[in-house]
């Protein structure tokens, strides 16, 4: 029993000497940082931090070794604070500007390596604003084109998190682009802040996705920090009228050419307000069961909400707001063409239409069918209405 102690005890001895002998390595002794910067502007390149480009790096001088990576942070800065001395293959790639190529770097304490290269899109001329009365957060920007493919979509996201990005954020609304923008135009996106935490700071940030190249990400703005107070926000009063459709369902609701859907994020009243977006004739259009309006052509007032996201694009001349009491466009029709709907601005209008220039071949008593329609929209556009109702003045 006694040997066999011993015999343990000499085991113990040995693992003991040996796992001290394993910890005998030299330490990491190496840093390697820096940043990657845009190749025209020497901005940094903003980034996602858990879903944005990478640093892939290899130790040169051994066989078969690991590829290891390293993310960028927000603001386009690296750092790797635990790295041998020695030589390494560095190449910044899989992200939201064209790869850099491939380069090997003498890695020696800290060493400090700014990429360089070119984003697919810059985004430029940013303002975010909030309204503290409507309870609203605007953005408007440019965007400048390096790679000649379409732009996807562009995106105002907010988060209490300063890293806010596609992959953190507690709020985004978007719009569909689908084109080759001209770094002429003006992007407007709106947010609600009834969601948001008031009292508390959010940061905001726009984000932009280019099409057709493998695993691009999204190009980001300098995120914006706002203290959303909603203690100010002035509720309107409740729409008056008869409500021909409060645009809370699809139901019945057609288009030519343009995706339909429910915003639940961005509406007048009610928990909805309907969207069309992208390119085409008919904006929407819908027929009823007869309606009675219960106006006259005298004083009768055909109301509603109405958001456009670029009204350059509404010609004076090409688009028209139709109902009608035969259940389909041009007979027995009353119509107003953008001009007659007032002034009209990006984001949400109150449009109010007079009904006395309806003819009498028009059944104010049995409504039966609405239409907004463009002759050809090109560019994508994206167009919400709520709130459809007939009142008296």
Same mark, same amino acid.
């Given at each position: 029993?006694?040997?066999?102690?011993?015999?343990?005890?000499?085991?113990?001895?040995?693992?003991? #000497?040996?796992?001290?002998?394993?910890?005998?390595?030299?330490?990491?002794?190496?840093?390697?940082?820096?940043?990657?910067?845009?190749?025209?502007?020497? %901005?940094?390149?903003?980034?996602?931090?858990? %879903?944005?480009?990478?640093?892939?790096?290899?130790?040169?001088?051994?066989?078969?070794?690991?590829?290891?990576?390293?993310?960028?942070?927000?603001?386009?800065?690296?750092?790797?604070?635990?790295?041998?001395?020695?030589?390494?293959?560095? +190449?910044?790639?899989?992200?939201?500007?064209?790869?850099?190529?491939?380069?090997?770097?003498?890695?020696?304490?800290?060493?400090?390596?700014?990429?360089?290269?070119?984003?697919?899109?810059?985004?430029?001329?940013?303002?975010?604003?909030?309204?503290?009365?409507?309870?609203?957060?605007?953005?408007?920007?440019?965007?400048?084109?390096?790679?000649?493919?379409?732009?996807?979509?562009?995106?105002?996201? =907010?988060?209490?998190?300063?890293?806010?990005?596609?992959?953190?954020?507690?709020?985004?609304? &978007?719009?569909?682009?689908?084109?080759? *923008?001209?770094?002429?135009?003006?992007? #407007?996106?709106?947010?609600?802040?009834?969601?948001?935490?008031?009292?508390?700071?959010?940061?905001?940030?726009?984000?932009?996705?280019?099409?057709?190249?493998?695993?691009?990400?999204?190009?980001?703005?300098?995120?914006?920090?706002?203290?959303?107070?909603?203690?100010?926000?002035?509720?309107?009063?409740? =729409?008056?009228?008869?409500?021909?459709?409060?645009?809370?369902?699809?139901?019945?609701?057609?288009?030519?050419?343009?995706? #339909? /859907?429910?915003?639940?994020?961005?509406?007048? %009243?009610? &928990?909805?307000?309907?969207?069309?977006?992208?390119?085409?004739?008919?904006?929407?259009?819908?027929?009823?069961?007869?309606?009675?309006?219960?106006?006259?052509?005298?004083?009768?007032?055909? =109301?509603?909400?109405?958001?456009? /996201?670029?009204?350059?694009?509404?010609?004076?001349?090409?688009?028209?707001?139709?109902?009608? &009491?035969?259940? =389909?466009?041009?007979?027995?029709?009353?119509?107003?063409?953008?001009?007659?709907?007032?002034?009209?601005?990006?984001?949400?209008?109150?449009?109010?239409?007079?009904?006395?220039?309806?003819?009498?071949?028009?059944?104010? +008593?049995?409504?039966?069918?609405?239409?907004?329609?463009?002759?050809?929209?090109?560019?994508?556009?994206? *167009?919400?209405?709520?709130?459809?109702?007939?009142?008296?003045?």
């Amino acid at each position: 029993m006694k040997s066999r102690v011993i015999l343990y005890i000499n085991i113990l001895l040995g693992l003991c #000497l040996g796992s001290c002998e394993l910890d005998n390595y030299d330490s990491p002794d190496a840093q390697f940082f820096g940043s990657v910067i845009d190749d025209d502007t020497n %901005e940094p390149i903003q980034q996602d931090l858990i %879903e944005g480009s990478r640093i892939d790096f290899v130790e040169m001088g051994f066989e078969n070794p690991n590829t290891r990576q390293i993310r960028f942070h927000t603001d386009g800065t690296y750092r790797e604070n635990n790295l041998f001395s020695g030589a390494y293959e560095v +190449q910044a790639l899989r992200g939201n500007f064209f790869s850099t190529e491939k380069m090997t770097i003498d890695i020696q304490g800290k060493t400090e390596y700014h990429f360089r290269a070119l984003p697919y899109i810059r985004i430029h001329n940013v303002d975010v604003t909030f309204d503290e009365i409507k309870g609203k957060v605007s953005a408007t920007f440019t965007l400048d084109q390096v790679s000649g493919n379409a732009v996807t979509s562009v995106h105002l996201i =907010a988060d209490r998190n300063p890293n806010v990005s596609n992959s953190i954020r507690s709020a985004m609304v &978007s719009q569909t682009v689908n084109a080759v *923008v001209s770094p002429e135009r003006i992007f #407007l996106l709106e947010m609600s802040t009834e969601n948001l935490v008031s009292g508390k700071d959010y940061y905001f940030r726009i984000a932009a996705l280019i099409s057709g190249i493998g695993e691009a990400k999204h190009n980001y703005s300098v995120p914006v920090r706002l203290t959303i107070d909603n203690s100010k926000v002035v509720t309107e009063p409740p =729409a008056i009228g008869k409500v021909l459709d409060a645009c809370e369902s699809m139901d019945g609701w057609g288009s030519g050419g343009f995706t #339909l /859907s429910l915003d639940a994020f961005d509406k007048k %009243e009610g &928990s909805y307000s309907l969207k069309a977006e992208g390119t085409g004739v008919v904006i929407f259009q819908k027929k009823f069961a007869p309606f009675d309006t219960e106006v006259t052509r005298a004083d009768g007032v055909l =109301a509603l909400d109405l958001y456009v /996201s670029d009204i350059s694009l509404l010609g004076p001349g090409d688009s028209q707001f139709e109902i009608t &009491s035969s259940g =389909a466009p041009d007979v027995n029709e009353v119509s107003w063409s953008v001009n007659e709907m007032g002034e009209l601005n990006n984001g949400w209008n109150k449009v109010e239409l007079s009904l006395s220039k309806a003819g009498n071949d028009v059944n104010l +008593q049995a409504i039966t069918f609405l239409r907004f329609y463009h002759t050809n929209i090109q560019e994508p556009i994206i *167009v919400k209405i709520d709130n459809i109702r007939f009142y008296s003045r």
